[in-house]
C-alpha cells in the first residue's frame, strides 16, 4: 500500500534523511510521534494544531489510514525518498514547509493590543502565577543572573505531552524572537538543560525548535497577523498547550 505525504517541514526532512530507521513512539487523535535511535521527533500527522517543521502533514484520510495500520513500537525505514514499513510505504514527493522566521514583520503594538481582551487570571492560583513569570522574564536581560534553578522550576511542570511550563517558556522564547531581550548565557543554560531528561521527548522538540527560533505555524501567524482570531486559534491547540503558550508571549511582551 502506497501512502502520500501532503507536505514536510525541513527539520523533519533533515531527519529522515540523516536517522534512516525510526520507531512509531505514541499514537494520538491527530496522528503519531516516531523517533530515530536518538530520540529525535518527527510529527505525522494533520494539521488541526497548525504545521510543524518537525512534522510530516497528511490528509484526513491518509491519516486515518495509517493510524489502521500501525502500533507503538513499530519499526519505519527511510529510503529512496520513502518511508517504509511492513504494511505500507510513504511517498515524499512534496513541498517543503515554510519556517516563517521573518519575526522583523510583526506588528507589536497591534498584537499588545489585541491581548487586552484575552484573559489570563486563571494562572493567578496555579505554579505560574503572574509574579513567577513576571520573575524570570525580568531576570532573563540580566547576564548577571543564574537561571538554572528557575529554569528547572518551568521545564517539565505540568501535565500531558507538553507540560504547561515548557509551553510558558516556548511562548517567552517567541516573544524574544519578537524583540530581542534574553542574553545569550542564559538561553545556552536552557538548551543545556533540555537535554537532561527533565520533560517529554515532544515538549523537548518544541523547545530545541524554539531556541533556534522555529515555531508552529499556530505561533508565527501572530506575527503575520496579530488579531484576536489568530489568538484564539492557537489558544485552541491542545487542553491547555496553546493558552499557556499564548500566556508566555503575553508575559514577554508585558515587561516593560
Known sequence: MILQASAIGSIALQLLNEGKTFTVH?????GLNI???NGELIFIGT?????FPFGILLDPQTKQTLKSNIKV??????RNNRLFHNRFEMVFNVKILPLNMDFEHANLNKLKENFQYISFTSYDSTDFERARVLALINRLHDPTQNLEKTFRYFIGRGQGLTPTGDDILVGI???HFLNNFIEHKHLDTLKALI????????????????????????ITTLHHDPSLESMESLIEVGSSSGMDTLYGIYMSLIKE
Open 195 to 218: 537535554k537532561e531528561p527533565i520533560t517529554t521527548i515532544v515538549s523537548k522538540r518544541f523547545l530545541t525548535c524554539a531556541l533556534d527560533g522555529v515555531f508552529s505555524s499556530k
Open 73 to 78: 513500537g513499530d519499526t519505519l525505514i527511510f
Open 173 to 175: 522564547l517567541y516573544g
Open 26 to 30: 505514541s499514537i494520538f487523535e491527530k
Open 47 to 51: 494539521n488541526e494544531n497548525g504545521t
Open 35 to 37: 523517533v530515530d535511535r
